[in-house]
């Protein structure tokens, strides 16, 4: 359902900056059939009890940071005897895709750091089913159009953090377009829920869930900004080390596969934008936030600074880098009645290539629908609970209005 989305409003979708690792377009083996799930009600409920799982694994993820934080990323092993690779864990996909020794086409395989060798690996299948997959990524601080990823269906075991799921079915990639050329990870491990499954019959966390590995089908992110690090994917539960407040819980409506949740209203400072509350897409693999129109976009900015100008015709806003001095404002979402906020120091995102004067804004537009992604996300721990459908955020030691 968001791949019809997406493609009707195409243009929209040269976003800088943004990871938008969200698939656009599909060519699949088998559709899933969309599953509606009733929502409860908006209301926001608490957790009180940390949701420590006895299967609770966790393992430390890096940072991509170029001038900003674009992603984080972490180990996996693959294939008998385990080959490691690095993924990004993307709650904005649901497919696990790993690139393949036989991936050599330049520019999109020629940096990968690390490749699949399926001939070195005893527990290996193949189906030889092509898969094509179009995600709307853009890496570093370049404009992307969609790219596209390729290969075949295959089987072979995967571990995360020491658990692990033996034939599991996923994307071997044998092709991928330039705008995956300067990422520091190799592939993609899709966290979402099985509704958005193109290339596979269960998700990973789903496989996990199925052989009884973890408690729960639910994991945490502790996405933080680059001076605080230590970030972190928790997978069957929580790491209430890394959290200070109560998790406060949101419905999802999962009816695309993605983690959709409903915000009630957008205030800049102490101002309210008077946006109307609307769903939003929560992404992890989508570093900035998502607009869904102009006017959207430009109701915050408006409130912010009357500098702040489109940049070009594909939805990205900018503004003179001798003016960013000026910027000093706070963007909060209001969710379940709790306030989340993005700190001013997010405003600028870096200078726009070819354009080293300009320096990009936080917010971009286009594509008819909200993205909240990794510029609030990093300021609180995140829970992303598949098996009870809802979204958890709770306040970090860095999350704004707290000290550092
Ligand atoms: C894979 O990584 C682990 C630690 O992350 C390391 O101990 C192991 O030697 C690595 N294996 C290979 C084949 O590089
Ligand atoms: C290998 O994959 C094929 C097609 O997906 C399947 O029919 C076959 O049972 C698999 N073989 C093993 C040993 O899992
Ligand atoms: C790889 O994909 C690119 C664009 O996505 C295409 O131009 C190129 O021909 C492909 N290369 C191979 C070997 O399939
Ligand atoms: C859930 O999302 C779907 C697809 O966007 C939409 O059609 C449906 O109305 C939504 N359900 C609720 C209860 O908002
Ligand atoms: C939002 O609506 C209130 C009440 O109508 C109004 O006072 C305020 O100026 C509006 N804010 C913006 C940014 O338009
Ligand atoms: C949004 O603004 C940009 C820059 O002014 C413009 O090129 C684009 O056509 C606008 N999009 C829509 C849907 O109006
Ligand atoms: C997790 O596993 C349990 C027990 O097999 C099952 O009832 C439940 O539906 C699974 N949940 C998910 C989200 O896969
Ligand atoms: C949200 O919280 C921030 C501090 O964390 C505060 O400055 C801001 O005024 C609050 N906004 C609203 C609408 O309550």
Redesign the pocket.
């Known amino acids: 359902m968001s791949s019809i989305m997406f493609l009707t409003s195409k243009s929209a979708f040269f976003i800088v900056v943004s990871l938008l690792l969200i698939p656009l377009f599909i060519i699949p083996s088998t559709i899933a059939t969309p599953v509606t799930i009733q929502l409860k009600s908006s209301k926001s409920h608490v957790s009180r009890h940390p949701l420590l799982g006895r299967s609770t694994v966790s393992e430390p993820l890096a940072d991509w940071f170029d001038g900003t934080d674009l992603q984080w990323y972490g180990d996996i092993q693959v294939g008998t005897p385990s080959q490691n690779l690095t993924v990004v864990f993307d709650t904005g996909s649901s497919n696990v895709l790993i690139p393949s020794t036989g991936c050599t086409a330049n520019p999109g395989c020629g940096s990968l750091r690390h490749k699949f060798d399926p001939s070195k690996s005893d527990t290996f299948n193949t189906s030889n089913l092509p898969f094509f997959t179009v995600f709307a990524t853009g890496t570093g601080v370049q404009s992307s159009d969609m790219e596209t990823v390729e290969g075949i269906i295959v089987q072979d075991a995967i571990s995360v953090a020491g658990l692990t799921v033996d034939n599991f079915q996923f994307g071997l990639i044998q092709n991928q377009s330039a705008g995956f050329a300067n990422d520091p990870f190799d592939g993609i491990m899709g966290m979402a829920f099985s509704g958005d499954l193109t290339v596979g019959t269960n998700t990973f966390l789903g496989a996990l869930n199925s052989t009884g590995q973890v408690d729960q089908a639910l994991y945490g992110l502790y996405l933080t900004p680059e001076s605080i690090g230590n970030a972190e994917i928790s997978i069957g539960g929580v790491d209430a080390s890394k959290y200070t407040s109560d998790i406060y819980y949101f419905p999802v409506n999962s009816t695309t596969g993605l983690f959709t949740i409903k915000f009630d209203s957008v205030y800049v400072n102490k101002?309210?934008?008077?946006i109307t509350s609307a769903p939003a897409i929560i992404d992890s693999g989508t570093a900035n936030i998502v607009a869904p129109t102009n006017q959207t976009a430009q109701?915050i900015y408006?409130?912010i600074s009357p500098d702040i100008k489109p940049v070009d015709n594909m939805g990205t806003y900018g503004i003179p880098c001798t003016k960013l001095d000026q910027l000093n404002s706070i963007i909060s979402f209001i969710i379940g009645g709790q306030n989340y906020t993005i700190p001013s120091q997010e405003l600028s995102v870096g200078p726009i290539p070819g354009q080293p004067d300009i320096c990009q804004t936080l917010i971009s537009a286009g594509g008819g629908f909200w993205i909240i992604g990794a510029s609030l996300l990093k300021y609180y721990y995140s829970v992303w609970d598949i098996g009870n459908v809802q979204f958890g955020l709770a306040r970090t030691a860095h999350s704004p209005g707290l000290p550092f």
């Open positions: 101002q309210n934008t008077n109701a408006s409130l």
